[in-house]
Nanobody
Framework: QVQLVESGGGLVQPGGSLRLSCAAS????????MAWHRQAPGKQRELVAT???????NYADSIKGRFTISRDNTKNTVFLQMSSLKPEDTAVYYC????????????WGQGTQVTVSS
């Protein structure tokens, strides 16, 4: 059974930082591209960042330079370090795993809420 479990969300003031984690089980983690998506109320889900098995990363323009995705294959965990947070970063953040099919995320976590507010 595949599980992706996110943690690290919470309430933070504008300009603050948070680090999200996503622990995976039931998959050969090192073979998967991992991603973080987010969905704000009333908005479509947005792809935030991806990291390939070879550690190649890609970021949405909206967060480039502020967020960093990384992975630890020894712990089957992917991270999202978020800095200089803005109120518009408020959303539920989801971890997802993608195999060989481009654009198709086969596995998803349950999400973790990030709220940026003073």
């Amino acid at each position: 059974q595949v599980q992706l479990v996110e943690s690290g969300g919470g309430l933070v003031q504008p300009g603050g930082s948070l680090r999200l984690s996503c622990a995976a089980s039931g998959i050969i983690f090192s073979r998967y591209t991992m991603a973080w998506h987010r969905q704000a109320p009333g908005k479509q889900r947005e792809l935030v960042a991806t990291i390939s098995p070879a550690d190649s990363t890609n970021y949405a323009d909206s967060i480039k330079g502020r967020f960093t995705i990384s992975r630890d294959n020894t712990k089957n965990t992917v991270f999202l370090q978020m800095s200089s947070l803005k109120p518009e970063d408020t959303a539920v953040y989801y971890c997802a795993a993608r195999g060989l099919v481009p654009g198709y995320y086969a596995y998803w976590g349950q999400g973790t809420q990030v709220t940026v507010s003073s």
